[in-house]
């Protein structure tokens, strides 16, 4: 037999064991399976840039809530190390109200970054834009006694963090703005 015969009876040997004729190509037959396949959500991997403006949006949120937890009896000017205006203006404004109201903040707030995208860059610095999910479920206004006060918005809400990382080395959060919807 020769070479050519032989590759011809193994195609139509192989033909009759798959059902397929020599003229079409054979057809995958479907296997019915009980296993469940599962998909796992990736978790982000962040640059070194990116996790240090993460880091800087954690860092002030840190320092926002220790100081909205005593409103009365902390330094207000701790805001600075961590955030520029307008970020550093709003809170003080906050907390001059919570603390005119006797009103305090119990527990913190949470934040879980989803994205982090670069801005501009000027002689300031590189800008980046952290987005995530603010949570405020284990959180809330109280006053003196404790209580809590103030109709309570949305558990969770969209955030975007405008973040400076400056020529200097250091990182401040300039802007920190609330979406519509929820997370």
């Not at 975007?160 to 920190?176: F, P």
Request: charge should be negative; glycine fraction near 8%; proline fraction near 7%.
């Amino acid at each position: 037999m020769n070479k050519l015969t032989r590759a011809l009876t193994v195609l139509a040997l192989g033909c009759l064991m798959t059902g397929c004729s020599p003229s079409s190509p054979a057809t995958p037959t479907p296997v019915a399976t009980s296993e469940s396949v599962t998909t796992a959500t990736p978790t982000p991997q962040w640059t070194d840039e990116q996790q240090a403006a993460i880091d800087a949006v954690q860092n002030y949120l840190q320092v926002w809530a220790s100081i909205g937890q005593d409103p009365q009896g902390s330094d207000w000017a701790a805001i600075r190390t961590v955030a520029s205006d307008p970020s550093a203006n709003n809170a003080v404004s906050t907390w001059m109200q919570w603390a005119q109201a006797g009103h305090h903040l119990v527990g913190a707030p949470q934040f879980i970054p989803d994205y982090v995208t670069p801005g501009s860059t000027d002689d300031q610095g590189d800008r980046y834009h952290v987005h995530g999910c603010y949570i405020i479920t284990d959180s809330y206004l109280a006053d003196d006694a404790g209580n809590r006060v103030g109709v309570r918005g949305a558990d969770r809400k969209p955030a975007l963090y405008l973040v400076l990382h400056m020529t200097t080395g250091d990182y401040l959060v300039l802007e920190d703005t609330s979406e519509e919807g929820t997370c």
